[in-house]
C-alpha cells in the first residue's frame, strides 16, 4: 500500500505552506530581487520579494473578490511572464488551486484541461484569450495580461478583463495547511489523455527545499529561466528553489540561443537549468566569460563541459516526484553522461519486471538494466494523486508504495546510473513529453483511417520526432493525408503533431494481432538521416 502523509504524521512542513514561505522571505529578503523579468522587447523589471509579496496578496483579494474560493481550480494559461508567476502564488495565497496548462496546447487540449480539472477562472494572454474563450467555455470569467509576454497586442485588452484590474483589497494569509492541494500539472502518460498531478502545499515545499539543496542554491545566486513555466523543471527545479534559498530568478519568455550569453551577462547568472536542444543551439555560438558556475541538465558532466568551461549537474525526475529522485553531486566528480546516484530522500529500486511487487522482483545488478521504481510519501515527497482518477492512481503504485515510473536505467560498474530508455509509447520532443496515444487518439476519429501507429524517430535537434503510420479503410480517398493534417492541426499542439506520415499496406503484427512497433522503430533506425517531412 502506498504511503500517503495524514494529518497525524509529523513532516518537515508542519504549520507552514508556499504562502508562509513567501511571507518569511517578504521578511527576510525584503529589497532583494526575487523575479526578474526579462521580455524580449522592452526594459527588465525587478520585483523584490516585499514587491512581489504585496502584489500577490493583492491579485489573491481580487481572485477572491471575483468569487474564486478556497479548493476551486483556476487554469493558467500563459507563457513565460511576471503574470504566470504572481497568478501562480495568488492562487496559493487564496488556497486556490492553480492548473497550470502548456502555453501550445490546441483548442482540443484545453477544452479537456478546463473540463477536467473544473477550473470556475482562467488567467491568459492576448495572443491566447479568443482560443481559452472558444474552448474552456464552463469558466466563469477570463482575465487577460496587457501584452503577450511583453509585446504589445495588435488590439488592447478591455479594461474590464484586464489581468491587473484583479488586484483589490490585501487578503490576509490564512492559517498554513501543508496537506491542502496547491496546483495541477497536465503530464503526457500512456493512457489517451493526459493526467492531472495534483501536489499539495507539502509537495511544493519539499521541492523548493530539495531543489535547493541538491542544486546548492544559494542566495547570492541568480538562476536564468528560460524553460516554461507550466513545467516542474522551471517552476521547482528553478523558482521554488530560488525562494526557498532567499536566491533570484531572471525569467525569460522561452529559450532563445541568441539572446542566452546576453541576458547570462547583464545579469550575472550563475544558476540554469536547460534541456539538450538548448545545449546544441548554443554550440554553435562562441562562449564569453560569463558568471555560471553550475548548470543543470539530462546528463553529468558532459563533452560539452569544456566548451561552456561550467560543470553540469546531471538529474531525473518526473512531475510526480516534484525533484530529483536521482542526481549527481555539485561537489564531487560525477561519472559522465551518467544521471547521478539515488538521492538519500526517496528509495530506488531497479527491477527486472516492474509489474510485481519490488520485494518479489529480480533486482538488478551493476551492469545491467532495468525498470525504475521510486518510493517516498504521497503528498510530501511524491504527487498525491492524479486527480479525479484513483484508478490511475492507484495503478502506478505497486502494493508496497513504490511508483512505477515506466522508465529503464543502466548500473554502471561504479555504482552510478544512466537513463537506459523510456516507455516506448512515449516520445521526448525537445524537452516535451508526448504520448503516441495521444496522436492516435486524433487520427483514429479522421474518416478513411482504419488504423494507425506513432512511433518516435531519432532528430539532430529535438531529440525525437513523432512518424505517423496509418493503414487506410478500404474507402479512403486521396484527401486522407489532408484530412489528418487538419485534424492534428485543430486538436494537438505544434510539437505533437506528426512529422512524417506514412501510408501503409499493412503493419507488422505481435502476439494478439497487436501492431508490432519494435519493428516500425527499427525500421526507422535503418534508414538515413534525412529532415523532417510529410511522406507517402
Not at 310 to 332: D, N, Q, Y
Not at 437 to 446: A, Y
Request: aromatic share 8%; charged share 20%.
Amino acid at each position: 500500500m502506498s504511503l500517503l502523509l495524514t494529518r497525524h504524521d509529523a513532516h518537515p512542513f508542519m504549520g507552514m505552506d508556499v504562502p508562509w514561505l513567501l511571507e518569511q522571505r517578504a521578511l527576510t529578503r525584503r529589497d532583494h530581487p526575487f523575479i526578474v523579468w526579462v521580455p524580449f522587447d522592452g526594459a527588465a523589471r525587478s520585483l523584490g520579494y516585499g514587491e512581489f509579496h504585496a502584489r500577490v496578496q493583492r491579485i489573491a483579494g481580487g481572485l477572491h473578490k471575483r468569487g474564486v474560493r478556497r479548493g476551486e481550480r483556476v487554469l493558467i494559461h500563459l507563457d513565460n511572464c511576471a503574470e504566470a508567476l504572481l497568478a501562480w502564488y495568488a492562487c496559493t495565497w487564496l488556497g486556490a488551486v492553480a492548473v497550470t496548462t502548456n502555453a501550445r496546447a490546441a483548442g482540443d487540449e484545453l477544452a479537456y484541461y478546463a473540463e477536467h480539472s473544473e477550473a470556475v477562472a482562467g488567467i491568459t494572454q492576448p495572443r491566447f484569450a479568443e482560443l481559452v474563450a472558444t474552448h474552456c467555455t464552463g469558466l466563469k470569467w477570463l482575465a487577460v495580461t496587457a501584452d503577450d509576454n511583453g509585446v504589445p497586442p495588435p488590439h488592447p485588452t478591455e479594461r474590464s478583463h484586464h489581468f491587473d484590474a484583479l488586484e483589490a483589497e490585501p487578503l490576509p494569509r490564512h492559517a498554513p495547511d501543508p496537506l491542502a492541494a496547491c496546483s495541477v500539472q497536465y503530464t503526457s502518460g500512456t493512457t489517451s489523455r493526459p493526467k492531472g498531478v495534483l501536489w499539495t502545499h507539502a509537495n511544493a515545499l519539499w521541492g523548493a527545499r530539495i531543489n535547493a539543496l541538491h542544486e546548492d542554491l544559494r542566495a547570492e545566486d541568480v538562476h536564468l529561466v528560460h524553460l516554461p513555466l507550466f513545467h516542474t523543471n522551471a517552476q521547482a527545479y528553478s523558482v521554488l528553489a530560488c525562494l526557498w534559498a532567499g536566491a533570484t530568478a531572471v525569467v525569460m519568455p522561452r529559450f532563445s540561443a541568441s539572446r542566452f550569453w546576453g541576458v547570462s551577462l547583464a545579469h550575472r547568472c550563475t544558476w540554469t537549468s536547460l534541456v539538450p536542444f538548448c545545449v546544441k543551439a548554443l554550440m554553435d555560438l562562441a562562449v564569453p566569460a560569463h558568471h555560471y558556475r553550475l548548470w543543470g541538465s539530462a546528463v553529468n558532466e558532459p563533452p560539452t563541459d569544456a566548451h561552456f568551461r561550467v560543470k553540469t549537474l546531471g538529474w531525473w525526475g518526473m512531475t510526480e516526484t516534484i525533484t530529483h529522485g536521482i542526481v549527481g553531486s555539485p561537489h564531487l566528480p560525477n561519472r559522465p553522461l551518467s544521471i547521478g546516484r539515488p538521492a538519500p530522500e526517496y528509495g530506488i529500486a531497479i527491477v527486472e519486471d516492474d509489474s510485481v511487487p519490488v520485494r518479489e522482483a529480480r533486482h538488478v545488478e551493476p551492469g545491467g538494466s532495468g525498470q525504475l521504481l521510486i518510493r517516498g510519501v504521497r503528498g510530501l515527497s511524491l504527487f498525491h494523486e492524479y486527480l479525479a482518477n484513483p484508478r490511475a492512481t492507484a495503478d502506478s503504485f505497486d502494493p508496497d508504495g513504490w511508483f512505477r515510473t515506466g522508465d529503464m536505467i543502466n548500473i554502471l560498474d561504479d555504482g552510478s546510473l544512466q537513463f537506459g530508455d523510456r516507455s516506448k509509447d512515449m516520445l521526448k520532443v525537445g524537452g516535451e513529453n508526448v504520448a503516441a496515444s495521444e496522436i492516435e487518439r486524433v487520427v483514429l476519429q479522421v474518416a478513411g483511417v482504419h488504423e494507425c501507429a506513432v512511433v518516435a524517430k531519432k532528430h539532430p535537434m529535438l531529440d525525437e520526432v513523432p512518424v505517423l503510420f496509418v493503414l487506410p479503410a478500404a474507402h479512403a480517398d486521396i484527401d486522407l493525408l489532408e484530412r489528418i493534417q487538419s485534424a492534428c492541426a485543430a486538436q494537438l499542439a505544434d510539437f505533437k503533431r506528426p512529422h512524417e506520415v506514412r501510408i501503409v499496406k499493412e503493419f507488422p503484427r505481435s502476439t494478439l494481432e497487436k501492431i508490432a512497433k519494435a519493428e516500425l522503430r527499427r525500421m526507422l533506425e535503418a534508414e538515413p538521416p534525412r529532415q523532417p517531412e510529410l511522406s507517402r
